[in-house]
């Protein structure tokens, strides 16, 4: 078999506003690099396989469900997914109604590498 080639690496950015939510803001991370990324290449080159390398950066790490991060991906190829302490707390304001626990706004970073062969 091929060995594996990186094809595209981005960068994306997620803020939860509201709620605290730390897969939240991850998966904004993802949709938004993901958002910028058109993969004709690979079929027009005849790549047959693909994959998906993603880190992501956020507050609170061990709370990410990284089920439904996967889940954010429009297709379903294998996804390697970690997470890391990391990201940035910042100060906002705090709406009960909106779901807050506290004034702290949530924000999330993500680098995604696809991966062909």
């Known amino acids: 078999m ?3 080639k990186k094809f595209v690496i ?6 939860d ?3 605290q939510d730390p897969t939240n803001a991850a998966i904004k991370a ?3 690099a993901i958002s910028r990324c058109y993969l004709i290449g690979i079929s027009e080159l005849g790549l047959k396989e693909m994959k998906i390398e993603v880190l992501i950066g956020v507050p609170h790490a061990d709370q990410v469900d990284i089920e439904a991060v996967k889940k ?6 294998e996804k390697d997914i970690r997470v890391v302490e990391g990201g940035l707390m910042s100060e906002g304001f705090k709406y009960e109604e ?3 626990k506290s004034c702290e706004v949530m924000l999330a970073v993500a680098s995604i590498t696809v991966l062909a062969r």
Not at 10 to 15: C, D, K, L, S
């Open 2 to 4: 091929s060995e594996w």
């Open 10 to 15: 981005e960068f994306g950015f997620g803020i």
């Open 17 to 19: 506003q509201h709620g």
């Open 30 to 32: 993802v949709k938004d």
């Open 72 to 77: 954010s991906f429009p297709l379903n190829y």
């Open 98 to 100: 909106l779901g807050d």
